[in-house]
């Protein structure tokens, strides 16, 4: 007598069964993954554009400042003729807003600095930048490629976490470890 070879019934719905838990699990756990990419991705998009800032500051000759706010950041840039800071108009030095979940922390020299929300567009006025309105910037870029001495902090409402620190001189530093509070 022949014997049929091939799975029962049984059999296959034991395997459909065992992926669609495995199944399950991994698109349980997808959203956490998914937000830590994109978490990393915001401090690489600020480190980036801290570089770019920096390089114009070196190349034009002009002092380019930061503004950081608790949900993104923006550049301004020097005016000598106005004797104020005008936002910067490269491309990669526009204002950027951070996703809803992540907030920035700034700390100067060791200092935490109390951010504010971005400013709207009516109260900075490029024609008459030295007005009351005028932005002043948290974090100096320097056309002799010295920087503030700070520290940032990305994080968001859930354990994620991600620091970006400059000595003064030299390149941006990622820190996926917390600072250490110095004494």
């Known amino acids: 007598m022949r014997r049929l070879s091939g799975f029962t019934l049984i059999e296959i719905l034991v395997v ?6 495995l199944t ?3 698109v349980a756990n997808l959203p956490g993954f998914v937000s830590s990419a994109d978490y990393e991705e915001e401090m690489m ?3 980036f554009a801290l570089d770019q800032g920096l390089q114009k500051a070196e190349i034009d000759a002009s002092e380019v400042g930061v503004v950081i706010y608790s949900d993104g950041y923006e550049f301004l840039v020097f005016d ?3 004797k104020g ?3 910067a108009l490269d491309r990669s030095l526009r204002k950027h807003q951070l996703p809803d979940d992540l907030m920035l922390l700034l700390s100067l020299e060791d200092e935490p600095i109390r951010l504010g929300m971005p400013a709207t ?3 900075v006025n ?5 007005g009351e309105g005028e932005i002043e910037p948290n974090i100096l870029l320097l056309s002799s490629g010295e920087t503030s001495v700070f520290r940032l902090e990305l994080m968001n409402q859930e354990t994620f976490w991600i620091g970006l620190s400059s000595e003064g001189y030299g390149d941006f530093t990622i820190s996926r470890e917390s600072f250490a509070p110095t004494e």
Do not use: A, H, N, Q
């Open 16 to 21: 459909l069964f065992i992926v669609s838990m």
């Open 24 to 26: 399950g699990l991994v």
């Open 45 to 47: 998009r600020l480190k």
């Open 80 to 82: 000598e003729t106005l």
């Open 85 to 87: 800071w005008l936002p």
């Open 121 to 123: 567009e009516e109260s």
């Open 126 to 130: 490029p024609i008459d930048p030295v």
